[in-house]
């Protein structure tokens, strides 16, 4: 009898105890899709081209299906952030029309100055955006909205850095294993 008053007082203990331990910060917007720069993992190929076009800096979208399928392509071009200017390399991976990946890639090169601010400043922008983040490894951050992530990781080698914004929509990407072959095992 006793162990099942401790067991039903653990349990009702639980869901108290995880409110209580939530550590404190700003709280992560209400999203069900994550957006950044107007763009959202899953999004379309008709709208991610639109969108693109209007943001590219003096590029074409340029786009590659798929040697094996037309059900799968990948495009990318130049852009320029619309309210800072900031430019990209914008990037896509889309199985059926819709992106499983769309990526953003930044740099700063060697003795560019640009360097360590430029992580600092897609920290706190990603940070304003999408709330307290999820350390992956020594150089990354996530944010996770059921199967779909923002990640951001950053690299460097003494001034130069490099970032990357990654949308990841994982409902999408799981229809990508209908066009891969298994691999071909050989009798032993």
Request: proline letters at 7%.
């Amino acid at each position: 009898m006793r162990s099942i008053r401790t067991a039903l007082l653990l349990t009702a203990m639980l869901p108290a105890t995880a409110v209580t331990q939530t550590p404190p910060g700003p709280a992560r917007p209400a999203l069900s899709t994550p957006v950044y720069r107007g763009f959202t993992p899953g999004i379309s190929y008709r709208a991610f081209v639109e969108r693109a076009r209007t943001l590219a800096d003096s590029d074409v979208v340029r786009c590659q299906t798929s040697s094996h399928t037309a059900q799968v392509m990948e495009c990318g071009v130049v852009i320029r952030g619309p309210s800072d200017a900031a430019r990209f390399y914008l990037s896509a991976h889309f199985v059926e029309g819709n992106a499983d990946v769309v990526a953003f890639y930044d740099s700063a090169g060697f003795g560019d100055k640009r360097g360590v601010p430029l992580v600092d400043r897609t920290k706190k922008e990603l940070t304003r955006l999408f709330g307290r983040p999820r350390p992956i490894g020594k150089s990354g951050w996530e944010w996770r909205y059921g199967r779909r992530a923002v990640r951001f990781n950053w690299r460097g080698r003494g001034t130069a850095r490099w970032v990357s914004i990654t949308l990841m929509d994982r409902d999408v990407m799981d229809r990508i294993s209908a066009y891969v072959k298994p691999p071909v095992r050989k009798k032993t």
